[in-house]
């Protein structure tokens, strides 16, 4: 509810008193060093419903806390997903993963997001492909309640490490394997923004001496749970583009990085090979770069490290 109607006073005195309080956000957002502090205080002003939640929710803002995490959601690929404290947020950039996995997905496919935090890339995928299963699933249990909650009815959310809690009658089934693993070198982690690092749990972010460990363990077992034509999506950072290449290919996948410049998102693919009568287009198996744009919508918002 907007900050000018916790009071019944003039509408002249209210517009004052919500100019008063909305530039008072706006300086408190801008000395803890929020970027975008007008956006940023709107949201919160709307979030508010009396001036002590407001306090609180800019003070919690000002101390480093995430502001998807302050606000208890995040847009995600035009959708609204909670957000729990302690859960990773789902970046801007990964919406260019979800709009190629919806590109390659047949109708009513069987999507599986792995590493599925909040399981805002699932849901996405599977409302964009009409999806016909869609199974999420996580180690941190956080991310797990959060998931279910966005998930719903839509499909089933399970708690484990990687493949380790599917159904095995999934295995040779899987059209579309999502899997945001966590691409940061060790030694990076440090140096990632304090909301990341402090508020984010470290198994979403670090993925081991070179990035990529996580990476190679999915890789290593996604031919046997994607369906002939199926592929695999991660994303990895653009100095990690020729390893991760390599390690797709050594899995046995047909890789295919895809980059849009607008979002720095650096997208690979890696696709099993086809059936009889079941060749995708993404399966070319040459490891070329393909450059792509990224929606008006999503290339002119703020875009998250």
């Not at 409302?127 to 009815?153: I, K, Q």
């Not at 295995?171 to 402090?198: H, M, S």
């Not at 290449?245 to 090979?273: H, I, M, Q, S």
Request: proline share 5%; with cysteine.
């Amino acid at each position: 509810m907007p900050v000018h109607s916790f009071r019944s006073v003039s509408s002249a005195s209210a517009s004052a008193s919500s100019s008063s309080f909305f530039a008072d956000t706006v300086v408190a957002l801008r000395r803890a060093g929020c970027v975008f502090a007008e956006d940023e205080a709107r949201l919160l002003h709307q979030a508010a419903a009396s001036p002590g939640e407001l306090s609180s929710l800019v003070e919690r803002r000002a101390a480093g806390l995430p502001l998807e995490h302050v606000l208890g959601w995040a847009d995600f690929h035009g959708r609204r997903f909670a957000v729990d404290t302690g859960v990773f947020v789902p970046r801007r950039r990964t919406e260019f993963l979800v709009a190629q996995a919806a590109a390659l997905a047949p109708r009513r496919a069987v999507v599986v997001d792995l590493c599925c935090g909040s399981g805002a890339l699932g849901v996405a995928l599977a409302a964009a492909a009409e999806a016909a299963e869609l199974h999420a699933c996580d180690v941190e249990p956080a991310a797990v309640r959060c998931a279910r909650r966005n998930v719903g009815d839509l499909g089933r959310v399970y708690e484990g490490d990687l493949f380790g809690p599917l159904p095995v009658g999934l295995r040779g089934r899987v059209d579309v394997l999502l899997a945001n693993v966590p691409y940061v070198p060790t030694e990076d982690v440090e140096l990632l923004p304090a909301e990341a690092r402090i508020h984010e749990p470290r198994v979403a972010l670090d993925g081991g001496g070179d990035g990529l460990d996580v990476m190679r363990r999915v890789a290593a077992e996604a031919p046997r749970w994607l369906a002939p034509g199926g592929s695999l999506l991660v994303e990895a950072s653009e100095r990690q583009r020729d390893t991760a290449v390599e390690v797709l290919r050594a899995a046995g996948l047909l890789p295919r990085v895809l980059v849009c410049e607008e979002l720095y998102a650096t997208v690979l693919v890696g696709t099993a090979k086809a059936g009889a009568g079941r060749v995708r287009a993404a399966a070319a198996g040459t490891g070329e770069t393909v450059v792509a744009t990224a929606t008006a919508a999503a290339a002119n918002a703020p875009v998250q490290d």
